[in-house]
């Protein structure tokens, strides 16, 4: 076994309260989607400039994201029982 440092690595930025649920990359769209606790983020192609889009009805758990492939028009987020 070998451990290697990674020196210089360094946060990009933080979104909501946490913890990381789920991220998702839309790549029709050119955007990225982060589920933080119960919040919902996008994030443009530079990784700057979050925009709060949506809140969730729970703040833990494994969140599934999809999209229909229309350019992202139309894209849905799963927790248990929940869809929005």
């Known amino acids: 076994m070998t451990l290697i440092g990674t020196p210089g ?3 990009l930025l933080q979104l909501g309260t946490g913890p990381i649920r ?3 990359s839309s ?4 955007c990225v989607y982060v589920v933080s606790g119960y919040q919902i983020f996008k994030l443009d192609a530079t990784l700057a400039n979050p925009v709060l889009v949506g809140t969730m009805l729970t703040n833990t758990g494994y969140v599934s994201i999809a999209d229909n492939g229309n350019s992202g028009a139309n894209i849905i987020f799963v927790d248990g029982s929940y869809g929005y």
Do not use: E, F, I, Q
Not at 27 to 30: E, G, K, M, R, V
């Open 22 to 24: 789920a991220v998702y």
């Open 9 to 11: 690595l360094k946060p």
């Open 27 to 30: 790549s029709l769209a050119n």
